[in-house]
């Protein structure tokens, strides 16, 4: 049978991500069906899972046969200008290819999602993935109920604080791997506040590791961090930003702008290492993304664009919940500064009156219970 190219993905080869729950996935954008899943809480079992679990993945994608957990990803290579996972792994490993060789599973590349813990609460995130946000609706439960946002039962188990590398014989299956790995990814959370991250770092041979990647609220970097990058060829830090100033302030709450700037500052003296500025798409990129883009060029950095995902704030924080006069506005400013990324996205708007609501009445309680204020931070034009 020959292989669909459009659909065929190496990830399953080649790649590992343990997610923040300890969850062991082929890629980061993979959707598993619960419960079925292999947890490196039973570590013990990891080259089962990789030979038989993540085996049948592999025939599926030599079979052509789709899998559910892929949809996700596929979904998304229909919006032009994003940065598509699929293809970028597939150019990763482009001379291993199984229409160019045949092909032998082993891990290449390791993602490493070190838990919840986060010291930020962005406006997008969740408590999967922010300990920080986590705590903040256990001290405010009945004012999230209140306002519609409470955590179905499904959920609330990402209330929990997870440190899955302390489970027995974790920590030292992941040293065995990260050894053997020429990739490795870690994400979070912040990944900068886990001390094993840069013990991590400090015991790989750094010979072999072709790129050490991560992504970062850029608020956490230490001396003994720095130190562990200098040991690589290449380090590329995906830098968490979703405005300047007040804008990253808000959204990205807990964070300081100033702080963020002086460790672009710091890193951009290291030759070793690429700094790309990531931007989730979302309500509020419509007022930030001028700024942000300005200050991009400014510092010499190219801005990437993703887009959040829907069941973030009951799926009320994407840009349909924006007036159209807000949304006018933005399109004023792409017909003066052209942008084929942020116009393929703002293209795609549809009014939504209930996510509208929605929205304004999530950012409402938010102003409630953390002393910001949205309409002075991005003077929006409501609608009633």
Request: net charge negative; charged share 20%; aromatic share 12%.
């Given at each position: 049978?020959?292989?669909?190219?459009?659909?065929?993905?190496?990830?399953?080869?080649?790649?590992?991500?343990?997610?923040?729950?300890?969850?062991?996935?082929?890629?980061?954008?993979?959707?598993?069906?619960?419960?079925?899943?292999?947890?490196?809480?039973?570590?013990?079992?990891?080259?089962?899972?990789?030979?038989?679990?993540?085996?049948?993945?592999?025939?599926?994608?030599?079979?052509?046969?789709?899998?559910?957990?892929?949809?996700?990803?596929?979904?998304?290579?229909?919006?032009?200008?994003?940065?598509?996972?699929?293809?970028?792994?597939?150019?990763?490993?482009?001379?291993?290819?199984?229409?160019?060789?045949?092909?032998?599973?082993?891990?290449?590349?390791?993602?490493?999602?070190?838990?919840?813990?986060?010291?930020?609460?962005?406006?997008?995130?969740?408590?999967?993935?922010?300990?920080?946000?986590?705590?903040?609706?256990?001290?405010?439960?009945?004012?999230?109920?209140?306002?519609?946002?409470?955590?179905?039962?499904?959920?609330?188990?990402?209330?929990?604080?997870?440190?899955?590398?302390?489970?027995?014989?974790?920590?030292?299956?992941?040293?065995?791997?990260?050894?053997?790995?020429?990739?490795?990814?870690?994400?979070?959370?912040?990944?900068?506040?886990?001390?094993?991250?840069?013990?991590?770092?400090?015991?790989?041979?750094?010979?072999?590791?072709?790129?050490?990647?991560?992504?970062?609220?850029?608020?956490?970097?230490?001396?003994?961090?720095?130190?562990?990058?200098?040991?690589?060829?290449?380090?590329?830090?995906?830098?968490?930003?979703?405005?300047?100033?007040?804008?990253?302030?808000?959204?990205?709450?807990?964070?300081?702008?100033?702080q963020i700037t002086e460790?672009?500052?710091?890193?951009?003296?290291?030759?070793?290492?690429?700094?790309?500025?990531?931007?989730?798409?979302?309500?509020?990129?419509?007022?930030?993304?001028?700024?942000?883009?300005?200050?991009?060029?400014?510092?010499?950095?190219?801005?990437?664009?993703?887009?959040?995902?829907?069941?973030?704030?009951?799926?009320n924080i994407t840009r349909?919940?924006?007036?159209?006069?807000?949304?006018?506005?933005?399109?004023?400013?792409?017909?003066?500064?052209?942008?084929?990324?942020?116009?393929?996205?703002?293209?795609?708007?549809?009014?939504?009156?209930?996510?509208?609501?929605?929205?304004?009445?999530?950012?409402?309680?938010?102003?409630?219970?953390?002393?910001?204020?949205?309409?002075?931070?991005?003077?929006?034009?409501?609608?009633?």
């Amino acid at each position: 049978m020959k292989i669909d190219k459009n659909n065929f993905c190496m990830a399953p080869f080649r790649e590992v991500v343990v997610e923040t729950n300890g969850t062991l996935l082929p890629c980061c954008e993979y959707k598993y069906p619960p419960p079925k899943h292999q947890s490196l809480n039973h570590f013990d079992q990891f080259d089962t899972w990789y030979s038989d679990e993540l085996g049948q993945l592999r025939q599926r994608m030599l079979d052509n046969q789709p899998d559910p957990g892929c949809n996700y990803c596929k979904s998304k290579e229909q919006i032009p200008g994003q940065a598509h996972l699929r293809p970028y792994i597939n150019g990763k490993y482009a001379e291993q290819v199984p229409w160019v060789q045949p092909l032998s599973p082993r891990i290449d590349f390791l993602e490493i999602r070190f838990g919840n813990y986060c010291n930020l609460g962005c406006i997008m995130c969740g408590a999967y993935a922010s300990s920080t946000i986590a705590s903040e609706y256990i001290r405010h439960e009945s004012t999230f109920v209140q306002n519609g946002f409470q955590l179905h039962d499904s959920q609330r188990h990402t209330l929990k604080t997870v440190r899955w590398w302390e489970e027995p014989g974790a920590l030292d299956r992941l040293y065995t791997i990260a050894r053997g790995a020429r990739y490795i990814h870690f994400t979070g959370g912040e990944p900068m506040m886990i001390p094993e991250v840069v013990d991590i770092l400090n015991a790989m041979d750094a010979d072999r590791v072709i790129k050490v990647s991560m992504n970062s609220n850029m608020t956490r970097f230490t001396d003994r961090a720095y130190q562990a990058f200098e040991r690589f060829q290449l380090v590329h830090i995906n830098a968490s930003m979703e405005g300047v100033a007040e804008h990253n302030d808000y959204v990205r709450h807990g964070s300081d702008w100033s702080q963020i700037t002086e460790t672009v500052e710091r890193l951009r003296t290291m030759p070793n290492v690429n700094i790309m500025p990531v931007h989730v798409l979302q309500h509020t990129s419509i007022f930030a993304l001028p700024r942000l883009r300005t200050y991009c060029e400014s510092v010499g950095l190219q801005l990437k664009c993703s887009e959040v995902y829907h069941q973030s704030a009951h799926g009320n924080i994407t840009r349909d919940s924006a007036s159209p006069v807000d949304v006018q506005r933005f399109r004023d400013y792409l017909n003066d500064n052209p942008e084929p990324t942020f116009q393929a996205w703002i293209d795609k708007y549809q009014f939504d009156p209930v996510r509208h609501a929605g929205f304004h009445r999530y950012v409402n309680m938010l102003d409630s219970i953390r002393g910001t204020n949205f309409d002075s931070t991005f003077n929006p034009t409501w609608m009633d």
